[in-house]
């Protein structure tokens, strides 16, 4: 079954970290450019960063470029966000989708920054 | 950055009925342009992919039209599973952009 698990939410106090993964299973990960979406409560969804499947291009919303970092291992199957200097206003459900047509979705993991 | 915009925002509709969505992009996207349904609590799911094309599993009652700036997600004979919100996100260029929902009520 293709699928994509996320982990590593949680609550974070305003200024701090976390580091999200998404572990894939069924597909040929490497040969796949992977993204994160996140959608706050109540809230439509918003693009959060690209990478292709060599990681030598990345993209990012500049709502969070130069505090967030995505990255992946082709060899462990994951994709990674780092994030940093994190606000309030990044409060969200994170989930990773597959492709440039975003054809396969995670469940999402919580992400709470609040003091 | 291309703005996506959705109409209309919200819908109340009755089993059976064919419903329509609008999605025009602030400028031209070729066919590069998604759907997607998302229940509450739930991911989102992919439906539509190049505008036009069904992705594998969803029921041929959805359909999705339009090239360029203007299109269109048609359910053609809306079933209780049906109701949910709709997204339209255009994949032409960074930032990626998604439309900023329909929801459909009974």
């Known amino acids: 079954e293709v699928q994509l698990v996320e982990s590593g939410g949680g609550l974070v106090q305003p200024g701090g970290s976390l580091r999200l993964s998404c572990a894939a299973s069924?597909?040929?990960?490497?040969?796949?450019?992977m993204n994160w979406v996140r959608q706050a409560p109540g809230k439509g969804l918003e693009w959060v960063s690209y990478i292709s499947t060599s990681s030598s291009t990345i993209y990012y919303a500049d709502s969070v470029k130069g505090r967030f970092t995505i990255s992946r291992d082709n060899a462990k199957n994951s994709l990674y966000l780092q994030m940093n200097s994190l606000r309030a206003e990044d409060t969200a459900v994170y989930y990773c989708?597959?492709?440039?047509?975003?054809?396969?979705w995670g469940q999402g993991t919580m992400v709470t920054v609040s003091s | 950055d291309i703005q996506m915009t959705q109409s209309p925002s919200s819908l109340s509709a009755s089993v059976g009925d064919r419903v329509t969505i609008t999605c025009r992009a602030s400028q031209g996207i070729s066919n590069y342009l998604a759907w997607f349904q998302q229940k509450p609590g739930k991911a989102p799911k992919s439906l539509i992919y190049?505008?036009?094309s069904l992705q594998s599993g969803v029921p041929s009652k959805f359909s999705g039209s339009g090239s360029g700036t203007d299109f269109t997600l048609t359910i053609s004979s809306l079933q209780p599973e049906d109701f949910a919100t709709y997204y339209c996100q255009q994949y032409n260029s960074y930032p990626r952009t998604f439309g900023q929902g329909t929801k459909v009520e009974i």
């Open positions: 069924g597909f040929s990960f490497s040969s796949y450019r």
């Open positions: 989708a597959r492709g440039n047509d975003f054809d396969i």
């Open positions: 190049a505008s036009s």
